[in-house]
C-alpha cells in the first residue's frame, strides 16, 4: 500500500496564511484533481483551527474571551467550544481511511500557539501508513513586527501595551527555537521551510506553495489573490504611537480607531513615515543568535538581519 501523506500549513503569522487557505478552498475541486486533498472534515470558515484548539484548551478560553467565537455563526461557535481532540482526530482518521487520495492538506497558525507537539504526534500516529509534512514560511523579524504592530494597535480593548517587547507572539520569532521544538518531536525530514517574500506579486505566494511547498504542477490561470488581512497607513501608526502616551481611560485613543482608523480618513497622508520598530539590545541579541542557527541550518533560506532595528534603551 502507497505510503499516505499530511501536510500541515502552520504559518507563520503574516505570511499570507489567510490567502492561502482561502485560495486552497475555494479550489478544492482543483487540488483534488491534482492529487491533494484540503481536508474538508473540521474546516471552519476554510481553515483548520479546530486541530490545534482542541490541543490546548487555555488557547480555547483565550480565543473565546477575545471575542474571536464572535464572528462565528451559532453552529461554528458551539463546534469550537465543544470538540474534543480524541473526537477530531478519530474523525480526521476516518476521514483520510475513507478517501481515495494519498495526499491531505490541512493549515492553520493555531499550531503555533502553544500546542504540545507531543500531543499532536500522539493523535497522527494513531492513523496508519501515514507520513507528516509540516509546511512554515518565515518573513524578516522586522517585517513581521511592523506587520502585526499595525494590525494589534487597533485592538479597542487595548489588551496591547504598545510596547513592541510585549507582543504575545515576541518568543516565536525565535525562529530556529520554534523550529526546533517541531523537529524534535517529527523530524527534520518532516520540515519543510520557504522564505515569504512580501515584494513580489500577489499571486507568488500562491505559486510557491503549489508548486514548490506541496510539490505539484498546477498552472493558475486565475491568479487574482486578494490579501485577506490589510494593515494600517504610516501616518495612522504615527497617530496611534502619539495616543499611547494619552491616558487609557480618556477613551481617545478608542475614539480615533472607531471614527478615524476604520473610515480611513487619513489615508491620503500615507507618504509619511512612522518611526522605527524599537527592540531592547536583549531581544536584539536573542534574535540575532537565532538567525546565525536557522540559515546554518536551513541554507536554502534567503537571510535576513536585524539591522533596520532601533536599540530601545
Not at 64 to 86: A, C, H, P
Not at 210 to 229: C, F, G, K, Q, R
Amino acid at each position: 500500500m502507497e505510503r499516505r501523506k499530511l501536510y500541515i500549513h502552520i504559518g507563520f503569522h503574516k505570511t499570507g496564511t489567510t490567502s492561502i487557505q482561502t485560495w486552497c478552498f475555494n479550489n478544492r475541486i482543483l487540488l483534488l484533481n491534482s492529487g491533494i486533498d484540503y481536508v474538508d472534515c473540521h474546516c471552519v470558515e476554510k481553515n483548520h483551527a479546530m486541530f490545534a484548539l482542541t490541543l490546548n484548551p487555555t488557547l480555547v478560553s483565550k480565543c473565546r474571551s477575545s471575542g474571536f467565537f464572535k464572528g462565528l455563526n451559532e453552529v461554528n461557535r458551539y463546534k469550537y467550544e465543544n470538540q474534543d481532540s480524541q473526537q477530531v482526530y478519530s474523525d480526521l482518521k476516518n476521514y483520510i481511511n475513507n478517501s481515495p487520495l494519498n495526499n491531505f492538506l490541512i493549515s492553520s497558525e493555531c499550531f503555533l500557539e502553544g500546542i504540545d507537539y507531543n500531543h499532536l504526534y500522539h493523535h497522527l500516529k494513531n492513523i496508519d501508513n501515514l507520513d507528516i509534512k509540516i509546511i512554515v514560511y518565515l518573513r524578516p523579524q522586522i517585517s513581521w513586527l511592523k506587520s502585526v504592530y499595525k494590525y494589534v494597535v487597533m485592538d479597542k480593548d487595548l489588551r496591547f501595551s504598545g510596547h513592541v517587547g510585549d507582543l504575545p507572539q515576541i518568543e516565536m520569532l525565535n525562529y530556529f527555537n520554534t523550529l526546533e521544538n517541531i523537529t524534535s518531536v517529527f523530524g527534520e525530514k518532516s520540515l519543510i521551510v520557504r522564505n515569504y517574500i512580501q515584494e513580489e506579486s500577489g499571486d507568488y505566494l500562491i505559486k510557491d506553495f503549489i508548486n514548490h511547498a506541496l510539490n505539484i504542477d498546477i498552472t493558475l490561470y486565475n491568479d487574482n489573490v486578494v490579501n485577506e488581512n490589510a494593515s494600517l497607513n504610516d501616518f495612522e501608526i504615527s497617530i496611534l504611537n502619539y495616543l499611547w502616551m494619552l491616558e487609557k481611560n480618556t477613551g481617545v485613543r478608542s475614539f480615533f480607531i472607531e471614527n478615524f482608523i476604520y473610515s480611513r480618513y487619513f489615508s491620503w497622508l500615507s507618504f509619511l513615515k512612522c518611526n522605527k520598530i524599537k527592540l531592547s539590545k536583549k531581544i536584539k541579541n536573542n534574535l540575532e543568535s537565532s538567525n546565525l542557527l536557522l540559515f546554518k541550518k536551513y541554507p536554502n533560506l534567503k537571510k535576513f538581519n536585524l539591522t533596520n532595528v532601533m536599540d530601545d534603551k
